[in-house]
């Protein structure tokens, strides 16, 4: 773009260009910057000394940007495929979703099994041995996050490969996803691949992708309603700025009538970001929580955009021109998206409660029959969620989830010398360990503390946005610690555990004007904890597959004595 010319939409939204090395960020001097940071030119000279000319070295530099996350999201498919059906039966809690998503595929709602607890897949195949009723069953949760995993058994059929491919395809996708969140959020394609490999090399992410429960799928939705957001946060803020008046000398310069007074257009990527959270409610009703600090955030960002563009009353300007358009485009959509997931029960005769309404009268007779049928149904959902405190051996506070106090056994076997590939004299573990990373989880807290600085005292909207992600998915468990409650819910978080980390190892590394000696430090410091932290990831991986290794080689995996 030329100094002199007004910017258009097109040239500020110009920002696939990655940012040197590290950087986490630097302050930006031009309004337009500050509205929408571009990311720098790419590094080209390495290109260029092979032969490449100065066209074709920016082209292989730019498409690093694609490049880089998907050979991240290779190597996370990779080890999250490998071996995918064991152990061959049901572990855990896929007693309950694995047999829900079959019975969705062939009635349209969850039906009865005889037998909850019977985990033998070739059993469960076999309907004469345990046959599926078509008596509705009362289920804790909504379809969604099942009718993802039926895809995987339509595919593959009722075994383990089939009800978990959809997850371990989900956790795949989302480090692809993060990769690109991260780049989009940092202005850096170095740190978002970076954030991608932690996640690609958690432990709890890892475990959760090869299982067919429903919270990775909630992780899933939100992490793509969040990168939706910040896809909105550009492109409106780009619209702003091209509204903006230019002075003399080529520079965007602040303006109060146009940033009181314009208009940010249509809001495509926030309908997005609002059916994605409608998606990750249906699936889970924490997703809930996502969608309300969600829409708190944005109205935030739109008052930070009005105020850089110079309006006068800049929450007047947001309340007058955005809210309504934030709104309408999150909550309602969310609303929508969540009733059409219950199709299949709308479209039933046997779904549980489906015809609760139909005779029944009252003041609230004028709503449609199904509707609040649907409502009563939900509302004993919500009561049976809220009261449930069954004691259970593996239950964990909120309070011990980030330093990995009590992490979820799903599987657990002590095969004898000779039995299942077990050679040693002292017995064997075979063991499914759902613990994240502790080098990751333990340098997270960490980077959250540094995290809460940047966002308090040096105003980084980027930590904010990370902190309001990681406080919806932690923070409301805290309302429910008299329920039976578990660690492996924290992996709707992870991603942006990752993001912080990485955020705090690009300051680490030191900005690009630094000194040789201070960058290499910070390489030095950065490259280490990485490495430890990817080595730890191997350390545990056999209890993180249910590899059989020696009962000794067990019990030293077993730092804390509540991981037993």
């Known amino acids: 773009m030329l100094h002199g010319s007004r910017p258009t939409t097109a040239s500020l939204e110009r920002i696939d260009r990655p940012r040197p090395f590290g950087h986490a960020g630097r302050p930006p001097s031009d309004v337009r910057e500050r509205l929408v940071p571009p990311f720098p030119e790419p590094g080209t000279r390495i290109w260029e000394r092979v032969g490449l000319g100065p066209e074709p070295a920016y082209r292989v530099a730019s498409a690093m940007g694609w490049l880089g996350p998907l050979l991240v999201a290779l190597l996370a498919g990779t080890i999250r495929f490998w071996r995918l059906g064991q152990p061959h039966e049901l572990a855990f809690d896929e007693t309950y979703y694995a047999k829900d998503a079959w019975s969705l595929l062939r009635l349209g709602y969850e039906g009865t099994w005889p037998d909850r607890k019977v985990a033998d897949p070739q059993v469960l195949a076999d309907p004469q041995v345990v046959p599926l009723s078509d008596t509705g069953s009362f289920v804790a949760h909504p379809p969604t996050g099942k009718w993802v995993i039926a895809v995987g058994e339509w595919m593959f059929g009722l075994e383990p490969f089939g009800w978990r491919f959809m997850t371990a395809l989900l956790g795949t996708l989302s480090v692809l996803m993060l990769c690109r969140v991260g780049r989009r959020l940092f202005r850096s394609t170095f740190l978002g691949c970076l954030a991608g490999t932690l996640l690609a090399v958690d432990g709890l992410h890892y475990v959760m992708s090869r299982t067919a429960l429903l919270d990775l799928i909630v992780m899933f939705f939100v992490l793509a309603a969040f990168g939706c957001l910040l896809l909105d946060r550009d492109h409106a803020r780009a619209r702003l700025a091209a509204a903006l008046p230019v002075s003399p000398d080529g520079h965007v310069r602040p303006d109060g009538d146009t940033g009181d007074h314009a208009g940010t257009g249509g809001r495509p990527w926030r309908i997005a970001a609002g059916v994605c959270l409608g998606l990750a409610a249906s699936t889970k009703w924490n997703g809930l929580y996502f969608l309300a600090f969600f829409m708190v955030l944005t109205v935030l960002w739109d008052v930070g955009a009005r105020r850089v563009a110079g309006a006068r009353h800049p929450y007047r300007a947001v309340l007058r021109k955005d809210v309504g358009r934030s709104v309408l485009s999150l909550a309602p959509v969310a609303v929508v998206t969540y009733l059409v997931t219950w199709t299949g029960w709308f479209l039933s005769d046997g779904g549980y409660g489906r015809h609760w309404a139909d005779d029944r009268g009252g003041l609230w007779s004028w709503i449609p029959a199904p509707l609040r049928s649907l409502w009563h149904y939900e509302w004993a959902v919500y009561r049976f969620n809220v009261g449930l405190e069954t004691s259970h051996k593996y239950e964990s506070n909120p309070w011990s989830w980030l330093v990995l106090g009590r992490p979820v056994l799903f599987s657990y076997h002590s095969p004898e010398p000779g039995e299942a590939g077990c050679h040693a004299l002292t017995g064997c573990s075979r063991a499914i360990l ?131």
């Open 434 to 564: 759902a613990l994240g990373t502790p080098m990751l989880w333990w340098t997270a807290c960490c980077a959250l503390g540094y995290l809460l600085f940047r966002w308090a005292l040096r105003r980084d909207w980027r930590a904010g946005a990370v902190l309001c992600a990681v406080a919806a998915g932690y923070l409301p468990w805290f309302l429910y610690q008299d329920r039976t409650i578990f660690a492996f819910y924290a992996v709707v978080f992870v991603p942006y555990l990752c993001l912080a980390v990485a955020m705090a190892l690009g300051a680490l590394l030191g900005p690009p004007g630094a000194g040789a000696d201070r960058r290499n430090r910070g390489a030095v410091a950065v490259g280490t904890l990485v490495l430890l932290i990817v080595w730890n990831f191997i350390y545990f991986f056999p209890i993180y597959t249910g590899r059989t290794i020696p009962y000794p080689e067990w019990q030293t995996r077993m730092w804390l004595d509540t991981w037993i």
